[in-house]
């Protein structure tokens, strides 16, 4: 089955403890995103990557860090997360086959950081 | 950059109505546009893409429609049902841009 899968689905930390959210893609996408999505600001993309080892900044960048060091994996690192990161963390994919790029979307995250 | 417009906010109907959920966009150089339906807590579904080169789309119940020149896609639901009750986003890409520009949503209950 074609899917985006994010791990972990919930998770609680406090501040300043650095975590990983992985995300992986088993369509061969080459374009990966991550957004969050808070109330009231609605889906904001912190980073994509258009191809292995090719990153670049979105909206809200701050805070975040990615690596695409392999197709299917597109990891979100938090170096020091802090309170005003707490959201709902979504991971995309997508291709330019068929000129489409229609996007697909894994599960979600919901981090909350105390 | 793109902007997306989505209004209004919350709409509620009784089973069988149909319904039409409106996007703006500001940016007539628009590549494609995505509808996606949410549930509460969960991911994004797709629903439909709209290619720049197409005016609808049609999937089931749904249509979608795009007009460039007037900056806006609409999202039909024939007969609504009560699991039709979700957040429908829809989602801009302008041709140059790898991002997605999303709007707020619109939340739809639908009422049995």
């Known amino acids: 089955e074609a899917q985006v899968t994010q791990n972990p689905r919930y998770l609680i930390t406090v501040t300043g403890k650095k975590l990983t959210v992985t995300c992986s893609q088993n369509?061969?996408?080459?374009?990966m995103s991550w957004y969050r999505q808070d109330p009231g600001l609605g889906l904001r993309q912190i980073y994509y990557?258009?191809?292995?080892?090719?990153?670049d900044k979105g909206d809200v960048p701050e805070g975040y860090k990615v690596s695409r060091k392999e197709k299917r994996n597109f990891p979100l690192i938090l170096e020091s997360p802090s309170p005003n990161q707490t959201s709902l963390y979504f991971c995309?994919?997508?291709?330019?086959?068929?000129?489409?790029?229609?996007?697909?979307f894994g599960p979600g995250t919901r981090l909350t950081v105390t | 950059k793109q902007e997306v417009t989505q209004i209004p906010a919350a709409l509620s109907v009784p089973e069988g109505e149909n319904l039409v959920l409106n996007c703006s966009f500001t940016?007539?150089?628009?590549?494609?546009l995505q509808w996606f339906r949410q549930d509460p807590g969960k991911g994004l579904t797709s629903l439909l893409l709209?290619?720049?080169?197409?005016r609808e789309q049609t999937s089931g119940r749904l249509n979608a429609s795009l007009d460039k020149s007037s900056g806006r896609s609409t999202l039909y639901i024939a007969a609504s049902q009560p699991g039709d009750s979700a957040t429908y986003l829809c989602?801009?890409?302008?041709?140059?841009?790898?991002?997605?520009?999303f709007g707020a949503g619109t939340t739809v209950t639908v009422r049995a």
């Open positions: 995309a994919s997508s291709s330019p086959g068929q000129g489409s790029y229609e996007q697909y």
């Open positions: 369509m061969n996408h080459e374009y």
């Open positions: 990557s258009m191809n292995v080892e090719v990153t």
């Open positions: 940016d007539s150089a628009i590549y494609n």
């Open positions: 709209i290619q720049s080169s197409q």
């Open positions: 989602a801009g890409r302008l041709s140059n841009d790898y991002k997605l520009s």
